[in-house]
């Protein structure tokens, strides 16, 4: 077993901390706005400073990482929502007025966002960085402390976040627990104040029925299948280039990356080619490119090319990116498929690599109830300049969120809230709306001068019976 992979004491190390944190976050003065500032500077000042490490460490996991995505979509969005949120921190921890009704005034209502006590975070390997520390950022700004549970597919870069956090923060502040699968179902066992889940479905229902029995609120952010829906009015290059980027990025490792593509028949295979010359165009070289990210693991890459074979013999056609690969690479090519069975795995399951297939529709009806038929993803894609094509589509169907004319941009965004629906997750972060998520909004109400209610009571008077038959109407 490799140093990395050894996990013992993890769970007690859990306990420990836990009760530490959470007997903080019951006896000590909730952090004002310049601890959760200092906080939030903390994780920009260790991103910052570590960036190196950081990216070193992310890239030896996958084999190779491309730079740029560690650099743009992981530390890049940590700063970014750092910033976004440290700047408008004083006005989101600013009680909000609320209405007073008739029979309650003078009295005043008011929320007052307070801290929820002790968050629970699991991240995946995609993006270990980015979905560890944003979801950390909501959670402090919000005035939480929180213990995170990143992946073991990663132990070079969860390792190494471990020791970084020990560095920035007291662990009654923030602590890293490591550890695979058994650790991870004690940390979803933890009776947290609230739990923050990024990962599969599967493990997904998981984590929920872990959490119920301590009454533990749970944000899931989950994976599913994202289609993108091409109309004719479209051009095809245009949609080629966003589709071929955007499912090469991360080498398709991305939960909002076009899972699938739907588009009319007599577009499919100019469409398919289109999309493998920007591959091409992209990466003219995919071993030795520093720019083409490997899979995670030996695993899920034979996963993937037991896939494209599956749908090989199932009678598909297969368009693959012809630079060589070789036997002992953790690359895939980026692949097209024509003509998937719709029983086949690709059809079945979250693809999650560079492979995309591309299935054809005579009608616009039928591209929406093929997606219908399947769980609600946790994105989808539409293109097309029609406006009333575009709300058509978007009318008869539902996920998590949506670009029109483009993909994964609503994921990206500190402004726009980011969450699944139904299979794909529960609950949305980022922004305004993680600080929400991981804050009770607490009402707090006001007597002044009069307390209306006693003059109705006791024991109950005229003017009680009189205001029910009024209200009640009769
Ligand atoms: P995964 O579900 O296998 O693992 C995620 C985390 O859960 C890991 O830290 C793992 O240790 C932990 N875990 C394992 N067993 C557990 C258990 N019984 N209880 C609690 N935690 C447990 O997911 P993955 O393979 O790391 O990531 C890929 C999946 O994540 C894809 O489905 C993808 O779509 C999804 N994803 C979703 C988002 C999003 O924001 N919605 C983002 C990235 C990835």
Same mark, same amino acid.
């Given at each position: 077993m490799a140093e990395h992979d050894d996990y013992t004491g993890s769970v007690q190390r859990l306990a420990a901390i836990f009760q530490q944190q959470h007997r903080a976050s019951r006896h000590q003065v909730k952090p004002d706005l310049a601890l959760r500032r200092d906080r939030l500077a903390r994780i920009a000042r260790m991103v910052r400073e570590n960036q190196d490490d950081l990216l070193a460490a992310v890239s030896q996991d996958f084999g190779n990482r491309a730079a740029i995505e560690t650099q743009l979509l992981e530390l890049g969005a940590v700063i970014n929502a750092v910033n976004y949120a440290s700047r408008r921190l004083r006005k989101w921890m600013k009680p909000e007025k609320l209405g007073v009704g008739t029979n309650f005034r003078p009295g005043k209502a008011w929320l007052r966002y307070e801290p929820l006590g002790v968050i629970g975070i699991i991240s995946p390997w995609n993006y270990p960085i980015s979905l560890a520390l944003i979801p950390l950022v909501d959670a402090l700004a919000a005035g939480n402390t929180a213990l995170l549970k990143p992946s073991e597919l990663t132990p070079r870069f969860s390792g190494l976040l471990a020791r970084l956090i020990e560095q920035s923060f007291e662990t009654s502040e923030v602590a890293v627990i490591l550890g695979g699968p058994d650790v991870a179902e004690a940390f979803a066992a933890t009776p947290f104040d609230h739990l923050l889940f990024t990962g599969s479905t599967a493990i997904g229902r998981k984590v929920m029925m872990a959490a119920a029995p301590n009454l533990t609120p749970v944000t899931l952010e989950l994976g599913g299948k994202s289609p993108a829906v091409v109309c004719d009015d479209y051009a095809i290059e245009k949609a080629a280039r966003t589709l071929a980027f955007c499912k090469c990025i991360n080498s398709g490792? %991305?939960?909002? !990356?076009?899972?699938?593509?739907?588009?009319?028949?007599?577009?499919?295979?100019?469409? #398919?080619?289109?999309?493998?010359?920007?591959?091409?165009?992209?990466?003219?070289?995919?071993?030795?490119? #520093?720019?083409? %990210? =490997?899979?995670? =693991?030996?695993?899920?890459?034979? @996963?993937?090319?037991?896939?494209?074979?599956?749908?090989?013999?199932?009678?598909?056609?297969?368009? =693959?990116?012809? !630079?060589?690969?070789?036997?002992? =690479? @953790?690359?895939v090519a980026p692949t097209v498929v024509l003509g998937a069975p719709d029983d086949c795995l690709l059809m079945r399951e979250e693809i999650f690599g560079p492979i995309l297939p591309i299935i054809p529709y005579d009608r616009l009806e039928d591209a929406m109830a093929h997606i219908n038929r399947g769980e609600r993803p946790l994105a989808l894609y539409v293109f097309s300049n029609d406006r009333q094509r575009q709300e058509q589509v978007l009318a008869a169907t539902m996920s998590g969120g949506v670009t029109i004319n483009g993909a994964m941009l609503q994921a990206g965004q500190d402004e726009v809230p980011f969450g699944g629906v139904g299979a794909s997750g529960m609950g949305t972060y980022h922004g305004h709306h993680g600080f929400k998520r991981f804050s009770h909004a607490r009402p707090v109400f006001k007597v002044r001068l009069i307390n209306g209610f006693e003059m109705l009571g006791m024991p109950w008077k005229k003017l009680a019976y009189w205001m029910a038959r009024k209200t009640i109407g009769r």
């Amino acid at each position: 077993m490799a140093e990395h992979d050894d996990y013992t004491g993890s769970v007690q190390r859990l306990a420990a901390i836990f009760q530490q944190q959470h007997r903080a976050s019951r006896h000590q003065v909730k952090p004002d706005l310049a601890l959760r500032r200092d906080r939030l500077a903390r994780i920009a000042r260790m991103v910052r400073e570590n960036q190196d490490d950081l990216l070193a460490a992310v890239s030896q996991d996958f084999g190779n990482r491309a730079a740029i995505e560690t650099q743009l979509l992981e530390l890049g969005a940590v700063i970014n929502a750092v910033n976004y949120a440290s700047r408008r921190l004083r006005k989101w921890m600013k009680p909000e007025k609320l209405g007073v009704g008739t029979n309650f005034r003078p009295g005043k209502a008011w929320l007052r966002y307070e801290p929820l006590g002790v968050i629970g975070i699991i991240s995946p390997w995609n993006y270990p960085i980015s979905l560890a520390l944003i979801p950390l950022v909501d959670a402090l700004a919000a005035g939480n402390t929180a213990l995170l549970k990143p992946s073991e597919l990663t132990p070079r870069f969860s390792g190494l976040l471990a020791r970084l956090i020990e560095q920035s923060f007291e662990t009654s502040e923030v602590a890293v627990i490591l550890g695979g699968p058994d650790v991870a179902e004690a940390f979803a066992a933890t009776p947290f104040d609230h739990l923050l889940f990024t990962g599969s479905t599967a493990i997904g229902r998981k984590v929920m029925m872990a959490a119920a029995p301590n009454l533990t609120p749970v944000t899931l952010e989950l994976g599913g299948k994202s289609p993108a829906v091409v109309c004719d009015d479209y051009a095809i290059e245009k949609a080629a280039r966003t589709l071929a980027f955007c499912k090469c990025i991360n080498s398709g490792q %991305t939960c909002v !990356a076009p899972d699938y593509v739907l588009a009319p028949r007599a577009m499919v295979e100019p469409l #398919a080619k289109a999309i493998l010359t920007q591959m091409h165009k992209g990466y003219p070289q995919l071993d030795g490119n #520093a720019d083409y %990210t =490997s899979i995670i =693991s030996d695993r899920h890459r034979a @996963r993937l090319l037991a896939a494209i074979e599956e749908a090989r013999a199932g009678g598909a056609t297969i368009l =693959s990116h012809e !630079a060589p690969i070789a036997a002992d =690479s @953790r690359n895939v090519a980026p692949t097209v498929v024509l003509g998937a069975p719709d029983d086949c795995l690709l059809m079945r399951e979250e693809i999650f690599g560079p492979i995309l297939p591309i299935i054809p529709y005579d009608r616009l009806e039928d591209a929406m109830a093929h997606i219908n038929r399947g769980e609600r993803p946790l994105a989808l894609y539409v293109f097309s300049n029609d406006r009333q094509r575009q709300e058509q589509v978007l009318a008869a169907t539902m996920s998590g969120g949506v670009t029109i004319n483009g993909a994964m941009l609503q994921a990206g965004q500190d402004e726009v809230p980011f969450g699944g629906v139904g299979a794909s997750g529960m609950g949305t972060y980022h922004g305004h709306h993680g600080f929400k998520r991981f804050s009770h909004a607490r009402p707090v109400f006001k007597v002044r001068l009069i307390n209306g209610f006693e003059m109705l009571g006791m024991p109950w008077k005229k003017l009680a019976y009189w205001m029910a038959r009024k209200t009640i109407g009769r």
